[in-house]
Nanobody, 130 residues
């Protein structure tokens, strides 16, 4: 069973930056599709970035492209989400999730239905004030 622990959330003013971390433990496979999702109050959950830990391939939806960057520390089984130029609309609980490859095998998005993320962290709050 894979365990995921997020950290790095907090409050920031618009235009600022935050870096979230997702530490992975209890893994039984060498590679995963690791993604960051967010859910704002009253809204549906949306994916904001994903990475294939085996080869480093990344995916971003258009909504955050250019502002969010996903990366990994392979030695420490940690995935990061660097968020720059934050906007109040980015306020949400951010979740780390992991699934088995192949990543993005269904649809034209790694977050399209059919691309399963089986393991989830508990989330970390990000609040952006104007």
């Amino acid at each position: 069973q894979v365990q995921l622990q997020e950290s790095g959330g907090g409050s920031v003013q618009a235009g600022g930056s935050l870096r979230l971390s997702c530490a992975r433990s209890g893994y039984t496979y060498s590679s995963y599709c690791v993604a960051w999702f967010r859910q704002a109050s009253g809204k549906e959950r949306e994916g904001v970035a994903a990475i294939y830990t085996g080869g480093g391939t990344k995916f971003y939806p258009d909504s955050v492209k250019g502002r969010f960057t996903i990366s990994q520390d392979i030695a420490n089984n940690t995935v990061f989400l660097q968020m720059d130029s934050l906007e109040p609309e980015d306020t949400a609980v951010y979740y780390c999730a992991a699934g088995h490859p192949p990543c993005g095998a269904y649809g034209d998005s790694w977050f399209a239905p059919g691309n399963k993320y089986n393991y989830w962290g508990r989330g970390t709050q990000v609040t952006v004030s104007s």
